[in-house]
């Protein structure tokens, strides 16, 4: 199977997330009031983002072409300076990381209410829910604002100790927690999920779940249990869901998915059985299909079988599969 050569959207995060220099609390403080710094607001999970408009948009349909649909016009994040939340009572600001030599900050505003209307931004921005909004997004964009999503609804989420249930506080810049009461460090948590293009000579094997839109398959997928390999996982999943047996298993690439913090791990598994017995609590059906029937499902051609949109992982992997040589893997 050949490699992706595609960009997957969420990642290439083109921000450095300073490992080093975020341990250093002087260093954080200096960049949290220097002039230059940029902060992105979040509410309720919802990045803010600016519409852009005539030429802006159109330059950066130019750069981006793969990742912007031009029907929907551009969005892009709308940063602002720290003296924007001069009114409101924010959490801690979470160091994202530098960019043009610049510290990069999400803060989350989920307290306030109307915010569009609070800050005064409504005729310029709004906070847009990432998932409808990634392919207007430039790539870099919706990479930084993946991040931003899945660590603000981290913080908001662990204000206490798993560990004794006392208070915690943020600490490198909001990269981990630590209890007050008893010095547990808690992590930023990341859900590994298995998904699979399930093949066998020019048979590929996808599902579709419950109340999903009409047509429309897509890989199999599910979470990675404790103690599992990715491995192991791709076989179990295909099987309970699918009651498919699978044999090797190929890794190929992944993405982060911050609804609300996975890693979908994309795979290629063997098929060494055909019988379909689907689980139906997880499926709704489960079929074999040609090369030539994803082709033209991917082109949007075939108005009884949809493919997953450019933005999943699994766009992706059926697309690898498809354009590669009938017989190979
Ligand atoms: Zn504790």
Known sequence: MRAMDTPIPFCGNPLDREGLRRRDRAWL???????????LPVWQTKPLLKRLQGREAAAQRGEAERSVDPREGGRALAW?????????????????????????????????????????????????????????????????????????????????CAACGGHTRSVLGGAN????????????????????????????????GPGWPAHMFSALAGFVEAGESLEDAVRREV???AGVRVGRVRYLASQPWPFPSSLMLGCVAQAESEQIAIDPAELEE????????????????????????????????????????????
Not at 29 to 39: C, Y
Not at 137 to 155: E, F
């Open 29 to 39: 403080d200096a960049q949290l009031v220097d002039p230059a710094t940029r902060f």
């Open 177 to 208: 927690r630590v209890c007050f009461d008893c010095q547990a460090e808690h992590f930023p948590r990341t859900d590994p999920v298995a998904i699979a293009v399930v093949v066998r000579g020019d048979q590929c094997l996808l599902g579709r």
């Open 239 to 241: 099987m309970e869901e």
């Open 80 to 160: 602002a300076k720290r003296e924007f939340f001069a009114d409101v009572e924010v959490p801690e600001a979470v160091f994202l990381g530098s960019g043009d030599g610049v510290a990069h900050f999400a803060v989350d505003v989920s307290a306030v209410e109307k915010p569009e209307v609070a800050f005064g931004i409504a005729d310029v921005a709004s906070f847009d829910d990432l998932r409808a909004a990634v392919a207007m997004l430039p790539a870099a964009d919706a990479a930084i604002a993946a991040q931003a999503r899945t660590m603000v609804d981290w913080h908001a989420r662990h204000g206490h």
């Open 286 to 329: 489960a079929r074999w299909f040609s090369r030539d029937a994803l082709r033209a499902a991917l082109a949007g051609s075939r108005k009884d079988l949809g493919a997953p949109p450019p933005f999943a992982i699994a766009h992706h992997l059926i697309r690898a599969w498809v354009e590669t040589d009938a017989g190979g893997e």
